[in-house]
C-alpha cells in the first residue's frame, strides 16, 4: 500500500472546500487532525489564487441553493482550467428534482477527479428513476454494478460508500470492509471522507486506485479504532474519540487493518 499518508503529515497539503454548512467545522477539524491544511473557501474571485497552491478541491453540495449553484460551477471550472483535482460529492441528489438536475448539468460541463457518495446518491446519477430519502442509502442495492456503471458513463474514479465501500478506477474494482456503524449516527461524516480523500491527491488529477484504497482506509480504520473507545457511551464520544483517531493513525496501521478484496 502507498504512504501518502505519510507525505500528508510532512507537506501539509491544502484542501479547499466548497462544503456544505452542517459540516464545515467538522471538516476542517478533521483535516487538520489528518495533517492536512482546510481552506473553506467559496468566492470564485479568489479560486485563481488558491487552486494552483491547493492539493485539490472538494466541491459538496449539501446545501444547495441557487447562490450556491452558480458558485459551485464557476469554482469547477477554475479547478479544471489550473488543473487542480476536483472530488464531487453529490449529496442526496436523488432527494429531488432540482438536486438531480444540478448535478446532471454540473457533470455535463465539469470533469471531476472523483466523484463519492453512498449507493443510492451514485445510483441517482446514473438513472433517473431512482429516487431517496435525504442521504440515507438503500442496503438492497447491487453496489458493485451501481460503480461500475457509474464509473463508465463518467469515465471518472468512483467511491461509493456504504457498510461495504466500492471504489473503481482504471477499470480495477474493490472492495473495502472497514468502518463504523457510528458513522451513520454522526452528521458529517460521509462529508468529512470527501475532504479527507481530496488531501490525499496532492494536485494529481488521475489518481491510482491505490491512492484511492489508502484514503478511505485511513479514515475508516480510524473510525474502528474511535468505536472501540466509545462503544459503551455513544456517537457523541465516538465523534471526538475520531477526531483523535484521525489524528493518531499511521501507515503501518492502515496496511496491517485494511480489509480489501479485488473485485476485478
Given at each position: 500500500m502507498n504512504k501518502i499518508l505519510d507525505q500528508i503529515r510532512t507537506e501539509h497539503p491544502l484542501v479547499i472546500c466548497y462544503t456544505n454548512d452542517v459540516v464545515k467545522n467538522f471538516t476542517a477539524n478533521g483535516l487538520l487532525s489528518l495533517g492536512a491544511s482546510p481552506a473553506m473557501s467559496e468566492a470564485p474571485q479568489e479560486a485563481e489564487?488558491?487552486?494552483?497552491?491547493?492539493?485539490?478541491?472538494?466541491?459538496?453540495?449539501?446545501t444547495l441553493t441557487k447562490h450556491h449553484e452558480h458558485a459551485m460551477l464557476e469554482n469547477a471550472k477554475i479547478a479544471n482550467e489550473t488543473e487542480t483535482p476536483l472530488v464531487f460529492d453529490p449529496v442526496a441528489v436523488g432527494a429531488s428534482k432540482y438536486r438531480k438536475d444540478f448535478c446532471k448539468y454540473f457533470l455535463k460541463k465539469i470533469k471531476p477527479t472523483v466523484i463519492k457518495g453512498n449507493a443510492s446518491e451514485i445510483l441517482a446519477l446514473i438513472d433517473d428513476t431512482a429516487t431517496m430519502k435525504g442521504t440515507d442509502s438503500a442496503d438492497n442495492l447491487d453496489v458493485v454494478d451501481i460503480a461500475e456503471k457509474?464509473?463508465?458513463?463518467?469515465?471518472?474514479?468512483?467511491?461509493?460508500?456504504?457498510?461495504?465501500?466500492?471504489?473503481?478506477?482504471?477499470?480495477?474494482?474493490?472492495?473495502?470492509?472497514?468502518?463504523?456503524?457510528?458513522?451513520?449516527?454522526?452528521?458529517?461524516?460521509?462529508?468529512?471522507?470527501?475532504?479527507?480523500?481530496?488531501?490525499?491527491?496532492?494536485?494529481?488529477?488521475?489518481?491510482?486506485?491505490?491512492?484511492?484504497?489508502?484514503?478511505?482506509?485511513v479514515y475508516n480504520i480510524a473510525a474502528e479504532r474511535a468505536e472501540q473507545l466509545s462503544d459503551s457511551k455513544g456517537p457523541g464520544t465516538f465523534l471526538t474519540q475520531f477526531i483523535d483517531a484521525l489524528y493518531r493513525i499511521d501507515s503501518d496501521a492502515v496496511a496491517e487493518n485494511c480489509n480489501l478484496e479485488e473485485v476485478k
Open positions: 489564487d488558491f487552486y494552483p497552491v491547493a492539493g485539490s478541491v472538494l466541491i459538496n453540495i449539501g457509474a464509473y463508465k458513463e463518467y469515465q471518472t474514479a468512483i467511491i461509493l460508500t456504504g457498510k461495504t465501500d466500492v471504489i473503481v478506477q482504471d477499470n480495477k474494482v474493490v472492495k473495502l470492509s472497514n468502518g463504523s456503524h457510528f458513522l451513520a449516527k454522526i452528521t458529517g461524516a460521509g462529508c468529512l471522507l470527501g475532504a479527507v480523500v481530496g488531501a490525499f491527491l496532492f494536485r494529481n488529477t488521475h489518481p491510482s486506485i491505490e491512492t484511492l484504497i489508502e484514503a478511505v482506509s
